[in-house]
């Protein structure tokens, strides 16, 4: 039988003063640091966790209803799942973790209307209670969002979608205020450019919105899809799903549903990439190549050996030297931005030269300076670098900067001769749940060392 729910958010982390020792624990852990001696091959098995970026849309998307939303396969540990935990829970939904992966979020009533400052600026992705609590309530207060600081970040495309949809909207002093008193109205939406949020904002939007809203030039991740299946769980009607023009026929009421995250494609990639560059076998549990297609061409053109069993998938590096491979980011089904960092440090070590353009972000270059404090050699041409491959990478003191920038450092360092300290990654506890104890599961030499060390 499961234990009763423990509302364990609502006690450590709402914004009450009981949510003290949460924040003083991530306040430690900012100054954590990882220390890597690097030179091991990776051999095991690594289990693949619940998508972070799946699991944020679909907490938010409990707004909707009044009835529990049971959230299976999630990264409970994320600090990005604590936060936007925090953020609901300030709104008045009821978070419990009945087991270590599972999720119960109820939005029986909607007690306050104001995503504040001191949660959001912590994740961008705070912004996607905008839609649903202005569709569910017909006000909402959201401050502009902080978060990773890969380029200028607007929130344009979900302003805009919102104010078609009928919305008034201001900014001030830092809030995004949206009301829409008689509801929000289905509306046709072309996006001048994908957004994932965007999408993921204005569809759950849709859901409670009076007719039919058509989003064209719409995001195509998987995590969409994965919304996309939970909002028509909880009774929402939805077509097109994984096009770029999704259908969405509003009705009055929402219902609670049951729906498993999918697993971490990013977490996956990256582990693919760790095989192809420190050699070795790894086998990754409970993961979906499908979801990785750009992935694969790039990764067996510079070595690796990939094959799957079943929902595992295995890959190891065919044994001869690294061979060099040009990549662009693009929106999905194109090569993930959140993998470009990887990518590019097994570059750093390749036979001859790769080139990797990123079309996304501006500024997501800042893990460059960082390698090459390692011995890589790579120059930056505007949205483009070239890598030219070396011998070898040598071990040094470096700074992670941003989540994807961090995991490859963190991968950098497990090749590089010697010792590896890498320094603020409260950016990797974002993202990446149990990084060392996964990674030394396999073979690595890698330790956390708490902040006073
Ligand atoms: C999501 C992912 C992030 C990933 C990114 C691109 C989550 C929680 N985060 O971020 O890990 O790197 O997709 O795959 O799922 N833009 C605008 N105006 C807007 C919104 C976006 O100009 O209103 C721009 C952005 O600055 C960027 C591009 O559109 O240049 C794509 O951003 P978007 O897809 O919205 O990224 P996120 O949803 O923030």
């Known amino acids: 039988m499961p234990q009763e729910a423990e509302n364990i958010w609502d006690k450590k982390v709402s914004p009450s003063p009981e949510s003290e020792p949460v924040q003083i624990q991530a306040q430690k852990f900012g100054m954590d640091k990882i220390r890597i001696i690097g030179g091991r091959r990776l051999e095991g098995t690594i289990p693949v966790s619940g998508a972070k970026n799946a699991a944020l849309p679909l907490m938010c998307a409990a707004l909707l209803s009044d009835q529990p939303l049971h959230l299976t396969n999630m990264p409970s540990s994320l600090h990005d799942i604590r936060t936007l935990s925090a953020v609901l829970a300030a709104l008045g939904v009821q978070v419990t973790m009945p087991k270590e992966h599972d999720f119960i979020l109820q939005a029986k009533l909607i007690k306050s209307n104001i995503a504040p400052y001191d949660l959001v600026r912590k994740m961008r992705a705070s912004v996607l209670v905008l839609g649903p ?67 993921e904002n204005l569809m759950m939007a849709a859901c409670l919105a009076a007719g039919e809203t058509v989003l064209s030039n719409a995001a195509r991740e998987p995590e969409i899809i994965d919304l996309g299946e939970c909002l028509i769980a909880m009774g929402a009607q939805i077509e097109g799903l994984g096009t770029p023009e999704i259908r969405i026929k509003g009705i009055k009421k929402l219902h609670g549903a049951v729906h498993s995250v999918i697993p971490d494609r990013i977490e996956t990639g990256t582990w693919m990439i760790a095989a192809c560059l420190t050699g070795g076998t790894l086998k990754l549990k409970n993961a979906r190549l499908e979801h990785l297609t750009a992935l694969i061409d790039p990764l067996e053109e510079a070595g690796l050996k990939i094959a799957c069993e079943g929902t595992d998938i295995i890959v190891h590096r065919n044994g001869r030297p690294l061979t060099g491979a040009d990549i662009m980011t693009a929106p999905y089904p194109g090569f993930p931005t959140d993998l470009q960092a990887q990518f590019m440090t097994m570059l750093t070590l390749c036979e001859g030269s790769g080139m990797v353009t990123e079309t996304i972000f501006e500024n997501r270059f800042m893990h460059v300076p960082e390698l090459c404090r390692l011995g890589a050699n790579i120059k930056v041409h505007g949205h483009s670098t070239i890598i030219r491959g070396v011998e070898k990478l040598k071990g040094a003191e470096v700074m992670a900067t941003d989540l994807r920038a961090s995991v490859a450092l963190v991968l950098a360092a497990l090749v590089a001769e010697g010792e590896t300290v890498i320094n603020r990654i409260y950016h990797l506890d974002r993202g990446y749940e149990n990084i060392v104890e996964k990674l030394r599961a396999c073979g690595a030499d890698i330790v956390r060392l708490s902040g006073g060390e």
Request: charged residues 20%; glycine residues 14%; neutral net charge.
């Open 133 to 199: 609590l202005l569709a569910r309530t017909g006000y909402a207060e959201v401050s502009l969002p902080g978060g990773c600081a890969i380029g200028t970040r607007p929130v344009d495309l979900h302003i805009d979608g919102l104010k078609a949809m009928g919305a008034q909207i201001v900014l001030e002093d830092g809030y995004v205020k949206a009301r829409a008193p008689d509801g929000l109205k289905g509306v046709h939406i072309d996006f001048p450019k994908v957004s994932v949020g965007a999408t």
